[in-house]
């Protein structure tokens, strides 16, 4: 030990943290850190050559997000599904700071999109602004009930038995094999990032790995790329009924139109508007399509989504009189 060090600020040292100061002041190996993944286990799951899956109309994704301001942190987000019970990851990208933000939502969110994921998940980083971002352009946000220790800790049993295959992405194999695992004084463990390095990758597969997990465990799970036609959907002439669903607030307006025929229910098309008036919006969205489209079938029925008596009377009465009775 170097005499010239202050006893006392080891002493202090000492008392913090006694492992991680017997290391750094005393010369003593650590027993409390180990690597959270080997390198052969992670290059176990890695696929070479594959750096990304194209999007594919009949599987169901997973998306996850580590959002960053831009400033130190990477901000990150992966796709992935299952198969055969194994995670299979399509995706992974991450912009490196400095960059404005609002820029990347939007090319994150055009990704999501391709891969038909929108309801994703993130890190609880930032409060309200990733949850507002992402909502501008259509998705629901919702930050992670896990913290990203508890998803790595998740995590090892599948890279250990080769649950998961990943994307041949060095990034990301050395984000992981730097990962520490750090024995906790009550028995708990937690795994982190080494100080000076970062983990922004690492943490959104961590994260799409766990929900993928935890949609396997639901057999009611929507599937929404499964419904989606491979064919042109036609409007059907005849007795089958025609209906139009309304929802309004004071700032967006929403209608669909779908058709009942045989034991299906084709859905056409779907407008939402924001800002816009409700006789506008109807007048602009459903009521030129259906002149466009169907100008000889009667619209059958309706349906308005919203509790409130009053409201559904005033949103039934503007479809009444801006429709023209026509439909």
């Known amino acids: 030990m170097n005499p010239t060090l202050d006893q006392k600020l080891i002493e202090r040292e000492l008392e913090k943290d006694p492992d991680s100061a017997r290391a750094e002041w005393l010369g003593v190996f650590r027993e409390d850190l180990e690597a959270a993944f080997s390198l052969e286990a992670i290059e176990a799951c890695v696929i070479g050559g594959r750096d990304e899956l194209p999007a594919a109309s009949t599987v169901a994704y997973c998306g996850f997000v580590d959002p960053s301001g831009g400033r130190q942190d990477s901000f990150a987000i992966a796709i992935a599904h299952q198969e055969d019970g194994i995670s299979v990851l399509d995706v992974v990208r991450?912009?490196?700071?400095?960059?404005?933000?609002?820029?990347?939502?939007?090319?994150?969110?055009?990704?999501?999109?391709?891969?038909?994921?929108?309801?994703?998940?993130?890190?609880?980083?930032?409060?309200?602004?990733?949850?507002?971002?992402?909502r501008n352009h259509g998705f629901a946000y919702q930050r992670s009930t896990k913290y990203r220790s508890e998803l790595y800790l998740e995590l090892i049993p599948k890279i250990n038995s080769k649950q998961v295959k990943l994307l041949d992405n060095r990034e990301l194999i050395e984000e992981l094999r730097r990962l520490e695992r750090r024995r906790g004084r009550t028995g708990k463990d937690s795994i982190d990032h080494r100080g000076g390095s970062h983990d922004d990758a690492a943490n959104t597969v961590a994260g799409v790995v766990s929900l993928l997990g935890d949609k396997s465990q639901s057999s009611r799970e929507f599937n929404p790329q499964a419904h989606i036609s491979r064919r042109n959907l036609t409007l059907v002439p005849g007795s089958w009924p025609l209906v139009a669903g309304l929802s309004s607030d004071d700032i967006y307006t929403a209608t669909v139109i779908a058709q009942s025929y045989a034991d299906e229910i084709r859905i056409f098309c779907a407008?939402?508007?924001?800002?816009?008036?409700?006789?506008?919006?109807?007048?602009?969205?459903?009521?030129?399509?259906?002149?466009?489209?169907s100008p000889a079938l009667p619209l059958l029925g309706g349906y308005v989504d919203d509790p409130n008596v009053e409201v559904r009377a005033k949103l039934h009465n503007a479809a009444v009189e801006t429709m023209n009775g026509q439909w």
């Open 271 to 293: 407008f939402i508007t924001e800002n816009v008036s409700l006789k506008r919006h109807l007048a602009e969205c459903p009521k030129a399509w259906l002149s466009a489209n």
């Open 94 to 134: 991450a912009w490196k700071p400095r960059f404005d933000p609002s820029d990347v939502v939007l090319e994150a969110a055009e990704i999501f999109k391709r891969y038909g994921v929108l309801n994703i998940v993130g890190d609880n980083y930032g409060g309200e602004w990733p949850v507002e971002s992402f």
